[in-house]
Structures are given as C-alpha cells and as structure tokens.
C-alpha cells in the first residue's frame, strides 16, 4: 500500500450521483465545443483543399500556357530555320569589294551616251529665278 | 485498459463514460485526501465535487505534463487549502474527540498493521487544521519541507513546528487508542 493508497476512503452515499449531476451539463458543453471545433476545423480543411484546388487548376492553366507558348516558340523558329538558305543567305556582303569592279568608262555603253544632248533647260529656269525681276506667283 | 490521458482527452470532448472510468479511478483516492486534509465528511464532499467539475472543465487544457493522477490531486490539494486559508485554520482538536476514540479488538499482527494504518487515519483526522494538513502534504504527495511551506503560505521553520507538534498529538492518539483496546497496560 502506498502513502496515497493510506488516504483512500469510501465516499458517502449519493456522492457518485450528486458529482455525475454537477458534472453532466459541463460534459455536454465540452461535446458541443468539441463539435464546433470539429466544425470549424472541417471548414478550415475544407477552404484549405480549396485552395489547394484553386492554385492547382491556376498552376495547371499557368502551366500549360507556358508550354504552349514554348511551343508556338519552337515551331516558329523552327519555320524560321526551314526558310534560311534562300538566294540572300547565300551572299556575303563582308567580302563583297565594290572596289574591285571592273569599270570600263571607255566601253561601248559609256560611249553611246549623248552628252551633248543633254538636256540643260533646267539651268535657264534657275537663272531666271535668280533674277529679280521676275516675281514669283 | 485505457489510460489517464486518453480518458482525459475523451472528457475533454465530453464522453461521459470516460468521466465515469475516471471517477471509478480515483473517486476514494480524492475524497480520502479531501477528507484528511478537512477533517470532515461533509467539507471534503463539497471539495472532491468541485475537484471533478475542475477536471471535466480543464480537461482539454491538460497540457500533459505528469501524471494525470498528480494533476487531480494538485487540484484537490489546491483547493482544500484554499477552504482551509478562507477559514483561517480553525478548528481546533477537541478533547472530547480524543476521548472517544472507538475501541476495537486486535487479532493477529497483520490485521494489527492494518488496524494501526487504520488508526493512524482516523487520528490525523483529530488533529487541528494547520497540523493535519502539514502532516497529509508530508505524507500524500512526500513533499519535502519548502514545498509544504510554499503550499501552506507558512515559512519552513513553522512548518517544521507544525509537524514536529503534529507527531506528538498523533502518538498521543495513538496510544490513547491502544490503550482503549487494551494493546498497552
């Protein structure tokens, strides 16, 4: 027998039924807090895998917008890639030296031009606009 | 079986067959400390009953630390103390309560140990307030000698007079008791 054991005693008749109908309105309150906690903790659950949901479909969406613009990417540049090797891709304008044109100022075409018939009309029109005398409309 | 904690945690959701497991548990345990640390029946009825009402309350709030059954008897302690402060230690021992001590037969020794456990309890519940309280927090929970101090608002010194005091009344009883049965001539 422990020193706890040596303080036992037999409680008083009736005491087993005047703590049950003390403690019997206090243990229903505990059952409907518990519930409302229950309750509430369902609703937090709840709005939780919601919005779990909510940013699942919006990563999803985001998601796949991103491998669909990653598509669009690839197949445009793939296109790009289909088109190269046409006649320009072809010319090397680094190397290209105007330089080394072999202009012939003595050949056939340069000849045939008819300096003489020139038409110089216009530099009488400018000399008359020199002129003051003529007023301008 | 199903342990404190458990049931604790069920009364906090209030299960009422859990509170009646508990109750069955330790029903003796906290009327009989409420009773040694009274004095009365009646007294100590009132305390066990607010003790129960504290645990159905503070079930949930149990955090968990010890024993639950440490924890009931804290609270039953707690509030005896506090009755008995609000009373301010009164009730003194009464000579006629020395007096009429019921005497009883021994038979063989181990009913005569069993009878003197007896006795020893009926005689803790003669002494007055302060003495029968300083000698149940000794002897319930082994608190040592600050503890009964810091529990009892009383400084270690007083304690000790207290309980040194409280030996004597109770060997005084105890022989007064003998004496009636016959054990010592």
């Known amino acids: 027998m422990s020193r706890k054991d040596l303080f036992e005693s037999d409680v008083p008749p009736g005491h087993e039924d005047r703590v049950l109908h003390r403690v019997g309105p206090l243990l229903k309150e505990n059952r409907l807090a518990n519930r409302q906690t229950n309750q509430e903790t369902n609703q937090q659950t709840n709005g939780l895998l919601r919005g779990r949901r909510s940013f699942a479909a919006f990563f999803l969406g985001a998601g796949s917008l991103v491998m669909a613009s990653f598509g669009l990417l690839y197949l ?14 072809d010319l090397n304008f680094a190397s290209f030296d105007f330089f080394d044109l072999d202009l012939d100022l003595d050949s056939d075409i340069v000849a045939e031009l008819d300096w003489e018939q020139s038409d110089d009309s216009w530099m009488d029109d400018l000399e008359l606009i020199e002129d003051e005398s003529i007023e301008i409309v | 079986m199903i342990s404190d904690e458990v049931l604790l945690q069920q009364i906090g959701n209030g299960d009422s067959k859990a509170f009646g497991s508990l109750f069955e548990r330790y029903k003796k345990a906290v009327f009989g400390l409420a009773l040694h640390m009274m004095g009365a029946a009646a007294l100590a009825e009132e305390v066990a009953q607010e003790t129960w009402v504290s645990v159905v309350k ?24 506090n009755e008995l402060k609000k009373r301010k230690w009164e009730q003194p021992m009464e000579e006629d309560q020395l007096n009429n001590l019921p005497a009883e037969e021994i038979s063989d020794p181990a009913e005569y ?12 519940l003669l002494l007055p307030d302060k003495q029968r309280c300083a000698v149940v ?17 009383m400084k270690v010194n007083a304690v000790k007079a207290t309980l040194f005091r409280a030996k004597q009344n109770l060997k005084e009883l105890l022989i007064q008791k003998k004496t009636a049965r016959g054990g010592i001539k």
């Not at chain 1, 445009?76 to 891709?89: A, C, E, I, M, Y």
């Not at chain 2, 503070?58 to 103390?81: D, H, P, Q």
């Not at chain 2, 140990?113 to 803790?124: P, T």
């Open chain 1, 76 to 89: 445009r540049n793939s296109t790009t890639d289909s088109q190269k090797g046409g006649p320009l891709d």
């Open chain 2, 137 to 153: 927090l000794s002897l319930h929970e082994e608190n040592s000698l600050s503890d009964i101090a810091k529990h009892m608002d």
């Open chain 2, 58 to 81: 503070e079930a949930s709030a149990y955090t968990g630390r010890g024993a639950v059954k440490s924890w009931i008897f804290a609270m039953t302690r707690n509030r005896c103390l």
């Open chain 2, 113 to 124: 140990l069993s009878e003197l456990q007896e006795d020893l309890k009926e005689a803790i």
